[in-house]
């Protein structure tokens, strides 16, 4: 049965440490979205990757957070300095190469900053 | 761009009456429209989604969609509620245009309780 598999499930960190989070997309699914969903802001995109390389990182705060896929197997979000307000579930999903598909989502990565 | 509009960030029915959640898109090209459910501290679900063709488009537990260009609506329904049916729903659009192309926007999300 072919999922979206994210790591840690839970993470709670001290302020001004380094989080990574990590994403295995469906094999053979070249889409990757990083989303962030809190209870003010809801769902939003933080990335979009397609074919490994970065399409839209607006939604990204650039200078504390950073995501990349070292190959088509793994996706990383990382954050450092990471700080009380990054305190959100982190949700990674992939897709299909093309765009009339959906996307599937992993059981995110709950992050709490203390 | 694209963005997702949902009315309503809360809606309340009895259970056996109708569900109705708002969903208006904007986009400058023909969109794609998802609708996605999800439960308390799970991931996202995909529902039922229209890309072309029938308008009208069915998903899973009983709800439905219909897409109205002139109205750039994708409403979701279900003739009767369920207990089970409580949960977040969210509207998604993708556009294969531009060079975001295939990005997938959410709308803010439809908090449904269904009452006894």
């Known amino acids: 049965d072919a999922r979206v598999t994210q790591t840690p499930r839970h993470k709670v960190t001290e302020m001004g440490q380094e989080v990574t989070m990590r994403c295995q997309p469906i094999l053979g699914h070249n889409t990757v979205f990083w989303y962030r969903q809190t209870m003010m802001q809801g769902l939003e995109l933080l990335a979009y990757?397609?074919?490994?390389?970065?399409?839209?990182d607006s939604g990204m705060p650039k200078d504390r957070f950073s995501a990349e896929m070292p190959d088509a197997t793994l996706a990383t979000l990382k954050i450092q300095p990471s700080e009380p307000r990054d305190s959100a579930v982190y949700f990674c999903?992939?897709?299909?190469?093309?765009?009339?598909?959906?996307?599937?989502f992993g059981q995110g990565t709950r992050l709490t900053v203390v | 761009a694209q963005s997702v509009t949902q009315l309503g960030s809360h809606v309340s029915v009895s259970e056996g009456a109708l569900v109705l959640l708002r969903c208006n898109y904007s986009?400058?090209?023909?969109?794609?429209l998802f609708w996605y459910v999800q439960y308390p501290n799970q991931g996202l679900q995909l529902l039922l989604k229209y890309t072309t063709g029938a308008t009208l488009v069915k998903g899973i537990n009983g709800f439905e969609a219909e897409f109205k260009k002139s109205e750039t609506s994708f409403h979701l329904t279900k003739p009767s509620a369920h207990m089970s049916d409580a949960a977040e729903y969210f509207c998604a659009v993708r556009v294969n245009y531009g060079g975001s192309q295939g990005n997938l926007i959410f709308g803010k999300g439809t908090k449904l309780s269904v009452k006894p």
């Open positions: 999903a992939s897709g299909a190469p093309t765009v009339n598909t959906e996307a599937f």
């Open positions: 990757f397609r074919n490994r390389a970065p399409l839209d």
């Open positions: 986009s400058s090209v023909p969109p794609y």
